[in-house]
């Protein structure tokens, strides 16, 4: 006699921090979810995280492998500006260990978590959901392991394969491409290497449409790139980026790659009983690429609309997740997006954004918002001030 596939409330497709982040979310609410994730797959990332995300999810300082006080924009030119943060950090974790402790944390709420590979969805004769993936140690030509779910949470990255199949309308949302190699930091003051300064580097042969970087780890170093252009050599631009920093010579720990979605799908559940979240449903911010926090609060967001669903069968619950999440950082992606757009076209674009970044009044309100996450309201005159100075940039009447 065949046994009926086990039966979950919930089933979490992905286990980075927005899978892990609504999977604690639902197993803290009585929950049973499952949380199903590929072991040994790191994302390339700067692994940034602002003080906003550490004290809402309660990340402790132990995973914080550097405290970075400053960033550093380096224009085409080479012109070098240092933008200071006056009083306070950004920290920086190891996507390896920040992610499984995520996992760990679910697993601790109550979540029932597996190794394996996302196969498809069906629907059972009454239609449930039926959830078919491959377990990591499944033999070769096994038939793929069911379960059923009243509800499932797709947070399995850009080229989601549950967004494929349970929104078949729903467009591919653009995208870049990031690479980035983990290096041994080199000593510190070597070849100008700060540990507590993120290096951020507009100049459109290292990338023709983003930015590369150098952010700090404390004993290891994340360098790296990304642009949207079919055919631009991704490795070839951090080895001239590395062969430009005196970074050449120091060992490589490994090397990875993904897509980074560049704005939020348009729709996010199949109005039924999936649900997108983090780079599945495209919330990585423009211009920046930050993703860690958005992530983690799209995956909040995902928990609280699935247990509404969950609570009252009503399947309109679902949508709640994306509309709560537009109405509180819409704006900011909106405006990003417009910069990303205009300012990195091309290197005299480029030069001037860099340029811009020396102001005062810019360097204080871009960390006010970094850090706290919403826009600054509170300086009027700071804000005037900057659309004049941006309108003289735009119009040619600053030199850069």
């Known amino acids: 006699m065949i046994s009926a596939p086990e039966t979950f409330d919930a089933v979490v497709v992905g286990g980075g921090p927005a899978g892990a982040t609504a999977a604690t979310g639902l197993a803290r609410s009585g929950r049973s979810v499952l949380l199903l994730d590929r072991d040994g797959r790191i994302k390339p990332c700067g692994g940034a995280i602002p003080p906003r995300l550490i004290r809402d999810f309660g990340i402790p300082d132990s995973l914080l492998v550097a405290r970075v006080k400053s960033a550093r924009v380096v224009s085409p030119s080479s012109r070098e500006v240092d933008m200071p943060i006056d009083g306070g950090f950004v920290g920086m974790v190891d996507r ?80 870049v491409f990031a690479y980035h190699e983990i290096v041994r930091s080199p000593p510190e003051g070597a070849a100008g290497f700060e540990g507590a300064r993120c290096d951020v580097i507009y100049r459109g042969s290292l990338s023709p449409d983003f930015y590369s970087w150098i952010f700090p780890h404390g004993e290891t170093t994340s360098v790296g790139t990304g642009s949207a252009h079919k055919g631009f050599s991704l490795r070839g631009a951090v080895a001239s980026l590395r062969e430009s920093t005196g970074l050449a010579g120091v060992e490589t720990l490994r090397c990875e790659g993904a897509p980074i979605p560049l704005r939020p799908r348009r729709v996010w559940d199949n109005g039924r009983d999936v649900l997108l979240a983090g780079d599945a449903a495209g919330v990585v911010a423009p211009a920046s690429g930050e993703g860690i926090y958005y992530a983690m609060v799209g995956g909040s967001l995902a928990a609280e609309a699935v247990e509404a669903l969950l609570e009252t069968g009503d399947c309109r619950a679902l949508a709640t997740a994306r509309r709560r999440f537009m109405k509180t950082h819409g704006k900011v992606f909106w405006i990003l997006g417009i910069m990303q757009r205009f300012w990195y076209a091309n290197d005299r674009r480029r030069e001037r954004f860099v340029s811009i970044c020396a102001d005062p009044d810019v360097q204080q309100l871009t960390w006010q918002a970094y850090m706290n996450k919403e826009l600054v309201r509170a300086r009027p005159a700071a804000h005037a001030r900057i659309f004049f100075k941006d309108l003289g940039h735009l119009l040619g009447l600053v030199s850069p």
């Open 96 to 175: 390896d260990v920040f992610d499984e402790w995520l996992r760990a944390r679910a697993a601790s709420a109550g979540a029932e978590r597996r190794s394996g590979t996302f196969v498809g969805l069906s629907r059972t004769a009454d239609g449930t959901a039926e959830v078919h993936y491959r377990p990591r140690a499944a033999a070769r030509g096994a038939a793929p392991v069911r379960v059923r779910a009243r509800a499932v949470i797709g947070a399995d990255g850009a080229n989601s394969a549950v967004a494929r199949q349970a929104l078949p309308g729903a467009a591919r949302v653009p995208h």
